[in-house]
């Protein structure tokens, strides 16, 4: 079956860095655009980065620009997102997707599949 798999989560002080996996079973990731969204309760579910599907082209939400980064590594089957300087706001339950078709940071609903998600807590 097919699957997304998120880690490097934790608590982290602010300033702090995380570095979050995404790995991929049952698909081959190069075939797949991914993009990164956060959520926390009681709020929409937030896109945060999206890589395409060659890795020449990227997209961020405006708070996180400068302090995030997405990257894939095609041969480990993974997707990356470095984090800097991490704030409290950053704190969220966040989860990779994926599509073959599409760029999900339109519209999230499009995508194949999801990951359950790795929490990030930052404390100030």
């Known amino acids: 079956q097919a699957q997304l798999v998120e880690s490097g989560g934790g608590l982290v002080q602010a300033g702090g860095s995380l570095r979050l996996s995404c790995a991929a079973s049952?698909?081959?990731?190069?075939?797949?655009?991914m993009a990164w969204f956060r959520q926390t309760p009681g709020k929409e579910r937030e896109f945060v980065a999206e890589?395409?599907?060659?890795?020449?082209?990227?997209y961020y939400e405006d708070s996180v620009k400068g302090r995030f980064s997405i990257s894939r590594d095609n041969a480990l089957n993974t997707v990356y997102l470095q984090i800097k300087r991490l704030k409290p706001e950053d704190t969220a339950v966040y989860y990779c997707?994926?599509?073959?078709?599409?760029?999900?940071?339109?519209?999230?609903?499009?995508?194949?599949?999801w990951g359950q998600g790795t929490q990030v807590t930052v404390s100030s």
């Open positions: 997707a994926a599509s073959r078709v599409t760029l999900l940071h339109q519209d999230p609903t499009l995508a194949e599949y």
């Open positions: 049952g698909l081959t990731l190069s075939s797949y655009a």
């Open positions: 890589i395409n599907w060659y890795g020449d082209k990227t």
